[in-house]
Structures are given as C-alpha cells and as structure tokens.
C-alpha cells in the first residue's frame, strides 16, 4: 500500500534499499549505462557505440504485422510461441545450420535473446553453481548469473588468439562446481568467430567435464567471408547445448524484442515453465513479424550484410591508419582495435574521445576480463559518419601522441 | 570476366547511392585495388553504362516555380521505324524530362517541365499534339513527388536509437 504521508518515509528504521535482494545489492550498474548518461542530450556527437542495425526493419515485415494488428490478432499465443513460427525456426535452423529441432518440443520463442539466456540460467543454476563466461562479452551474462544464484568465473581471451577461446583457457578454469558454459560466437564485443577447428577441441573439455553450454548465437548471421558455425551443430553437442537466438540483429528488429531458445526438451519444458509463470508468452504482433521475417527476409538481411562488410572494410582500414591495432573482426558489426599503446586506460581514452572529439565508443574495460586497452566501436552507421569518426579518432590519437613527446 | 561484372555492379550501387564517392572509398568499401575501381568506372563511362553523374533535387524545397506533368500519347507508329522517329522527334525538345515506350492503354508516356501550367500546355497543343503521328494525348500534372530514383524525399525514418546501447 502506497501512502503519501511524507513521515512514514521518516519513520522506518531501515532503509529501503535494505530491503533489496542481496543478489540484486551486489549488481553494480553497467558501464555502458555510465558512456550513455555521458552523451546523452548531445547532438553533435557521432556514435560507434550503438549495439544494433542502422537498419529500420524491413518494410514487409512492418507491414505484415500491422495487417495482422488489422484483422485483430492481438491475442496470447501458446506458451512456447506460435507453431508456426517454431515450425519456422525449425527450418530455418536446419537449413542454414544442419541443425534438427522438433518444433514440438525443442524450440520457446523468448522476449528477445535476453529473457532466452535468463531462462536457461534459472533453469539451470543451483546455487553455488560456477558459470564458465569467455570475456570480453557481452555484458549481461555475468550480472544474471550472479542474480540467478551462480557464481560468473571469467575465462581472458587475448587479442593475439583474435579472441577466440581456447581449450586451454577453458581447462584452466574448470572446477568441480563448474557447470555451464556461455558461448557468444559470433561476439560482441570483439567481432571474433570460431571455425569448426576452433570448436572442435572445446566439446572435447565440455564433454570430459560433463558441462551444459549456453550458446549465444545472435549474431550468427553476421559473418564475413567464413560461415558461423553453430556449437550444437559438433558432434554430441547438440543435447548439451541451449542454443539462444533472435531476430534483432538479423533483420534489424531490435525493438520487437523477439528470441528463441532451442535445446534437449528436458531442458526446454523447465525453461517453459518459468517463461509461462513470468512472460505467458513472447508478444504475438512480434511472433508475427518474426514469422515474416524468418519467410521472406532473407534477400533484406543479405543486403544489409553486404553493407556491415563494407563498412567494416572501412572502419578497419581507418583504425589502423589512426595508429592503433585492429584485428580483423569477421562477424557482428563491431571492430575493437587496441587502444593500448596510447598510454591512457580504455575508459580514459573514451572519455576523452567523447569529451573532446565528440565520437561515442564503448570502454573494452566494461566488458570484462581482457577488455582493458580496447575500444568497442560499432560500423553499424552511415558511411559518411564513419568516415568523420575515424577523422577524428586519428586526430584525437595524434594529440595523445604529441601529448606524450612534450611530456 | 565474371568477377568484374560483380565489381561493376557494386560499384554502380555505390554510385547509385552516392555519386560522390571517390575511386578510393569504393576501393576500401569493396576490399579491392584502386585501380580495379578506377578501371571499372572508365570502362562503364566509355560503354555508357554510366551516362551522367548528376544530382536528385527535390524542387519543392527551391524557390523556384515549375511543374511537371506526365502526358500519356498515343502515336501511329511508323513503316519501317515503328516508335523510334516519333520518339526521337519528341524526346529532342528541352522541356521533355524523359520519353517510355510502354505496353497499355497509350504508347509513350512522356515527362515535361514546365514553368507554370500555360507552358506545359503551350507545349502539348503547339508541339506535341500537332506532330502527323500523334492521335492523342492526356496529360497529367504532378501534384507532388514523393519517392524518385529510390530515394524518398521526405526521409522520416530518421536515426533515432539511443547513443550508446548493449
């Protein structure tokens, strides 16, 4: 009961805060929030640290779902989604991926990828469970563990391997309490991927140490020159593996705020159970869209993947004429070259760059272990404004240098 | 041979896009040599594959009074050039935009601007309608263009996501 009596807030002995899970207490706020307050309410200021399409969704998958709007589907679908949309992922997954999914019973359309990624963790964690994340990643999965009851270890990918994990870094890691392993290949931050060769020894230690997998594969659409290679797709994978997926990335539909999770269906009905008691289901005007996009979105999605490698061209190309290190991202759409040779930390050099030159890039420090001297910057902008942000990091880095040789 | 053409194709979107761009950002857009650019456009300029490099203006925005209207013409073609000569005869006046042969109901659709409303008329009962082989016209003023070439005109699908973001 809320009562505007100003002296009840007063009045109690504890704080409200202290009322807080403690689980939730220890979360600290992310550091991409901190980067967004900063630049907010600034127009001039070019970014490269937006994680999504410049893309609008395409037009016919806007306009399918406004038609259904029309004829008034406006009703809760099943709990795991429309059949016809997981009979949709089923084929999808299968054509691109070689992968056999029974819609039945092994796919839950998700409110994004990100309530797919929490459903696996609260199914899977007890607690005192260890959570295996590589790092730098994207920087949910460790705060959801920790509020899931898990404990996140961080495995340090490193530039010189072009982030990819390895068997090895994996192993180290391994305790008797670790149970779950998160992939996010392709990655973000990092643009890495991993081959068939690069997975192979990696089931092995999953396989040996009897893990769970949580396979984060939105950006699997995004690759440039070599094909994503989905980890349920190794052999004795597939059971093993929660494979998390979704429209924003794809087909440019972030806001629609449409996942899936597919997987053992052991697995996938307790995921249900807690996505039927929280969510009921994934919005239905964007099963819909979804459904259009999985059917007719395919020549879109290949044009606007053209673009994203051309752009990624570019934006290599200036980082490393600015003077700083850039592997070669080959999927999602950020570059993250290595800002280390300028003297300052990651989160120094954005902030500079922000304050004085204008471009918004995220800190790599944010994204967890092996971060630090990096710069997140996303190619998902305009040609033009690439070119002017890139003017201006050169800038901006030869000023650092001038500022070191008068030190 | 295949190769080039897939080069030629994309360099013609990029120029579609923006016919500013330089030999130079294509090369690095495309993850190919300056030279296989260059060469590309210089062959596509002598085969006329790329015409002109001109500019989309939208007029309505320019103070500058003009109309345009798109006659639908009926012709007789003639023995031995069918629709060349008419067309030709046509498209040759400065205050014709462009000329289609079309399928349908009429035979050429044909694009003029004009100052004001009296110029375009002028033009089709003075020049137009008079010629031997034209047994009809109708003409249809543009009231407002919304969408040209591609590109749409009056562009609302602004970038509007957040700064910085996941």
Known sequence: ?407 | MEQMNELKRKVLELLKEDARRTPELMATLLGVQVDEVKSAIEQMEQEHVIVKYATVVNWDKVDDERVTALIEVQITPERGRGFEGIAERIYMYPQVKSVYLMSGAFDLLVEVEGRNLREVANFVSEKLSPIDSVLSTKTNFTLKKYKQDGIIFEDHEEDNRLMISP
């Not at chain 1, 899936?260 to 964007?286: E, F, N």
């Open chain 1, 1 to 407: 009961m809320i009562t505007n009596k100003p002296q009840q807030a007063e009045d109690r002995s504890r704080p409200m805060s202290s009322y807080l899970s403690p689980l939730v207490q220890q979360i600290q706020p992310s550091g991409i929030r901190r980067f967004f307050d900063m630049a907010a309410g600034s127009k001039d200021i070019i970014s490269l640290g937006v994680g999504e399409p410049d893309f609008k969704t395409p037009w016919h998958v806007r306009e399918a779902c406004v038609y259904s709007l029309e004829r008034g589907f406006t009703g809760y679908t099943s709990n795991a989604g429309m059949p016809e949309l997981r009979e949709g992922i089923a084929g999808y997954l299968h054509d691109r991926f070689g992968l056999s999914y029974d819609p039945g019973n092994q796919i839950i359309a998700t409110v994004g990828g990100s309530e797919a990624i929490d459903l696996a963790l609260r199914a899977l964690i007890a607690p005192g469970d260890e959570i295996l994340i590589p790092e730098p990643c994207y920087i949910s999965y460790s705060p959801i563990t920790s509020i899931g009851g898990g404990i996140p270890v961080g495995i340090e990918t490193f530039g010189k391997d072009h982030f990819k994990l390895t068997a090895e870094g994996l192993e180290a890691k391994i305790t008797p309490r670790s149970k779950i392993l998160i992939l996010c290949y392709p990655s973000n931050p990092t643009g890495a991927i991993m081959s068939r060769e690069d997975w192979e020894p990696i089931a092995k230690v999953v396989e040996k140490h009897d893990l769970i997998v949580i396979s984060d594969e939105i950006y699997a659409e995004l690759t440039y020159g070599a094909n994503h290679v989905s980890f349920a797709s190794l052999p004795g994978m597939m059971d093993r593996t929660i494979l998390v997926s979704g429209f924003s990335k794809a087909f440019a539909m972030t806001g629609w705020r449409m996942g899936y999770a597919c997987g053992h269906p052991d697995l996938i009905a307790a995921m249900l159970k807690i996505h039927q008691y929280t969510v009921m289901c994934a919005p239905s005007m964007g099963q819909v869209a979804a459904l259009e996009a999985l059917t007719n979105g395919m020549e879109e999605k290949d044009r606007m993947v053209d673009s994203y490698n051309q752009r990624r061209r570019l934006i290599v190309k200036g980082l490393r004429e600015a003077g700083l290190e850039c592997h070669e991202p080959q999927g999602a759409f950020y570059a993250f070259p290595s800002i280390a040779g300028t003297g300052l930390t990651s989160d120094e050099f954005a902030q500079r760059l922000l304050r004085e030159y204008r471009v918004a890039a995220v800190p790599g420090s944010v994204f967890g272990l092996g971060g630090e001297g990096y710069l997140r910057c996303s190619y998902a902008t305009s040609v033009s404004q690439l070119n002017e942000a890139l003017e201006r990091i050169g800038a901006f880095v030869m000023q650092l240098r001038r500022e070191r040789n008068n030190a």
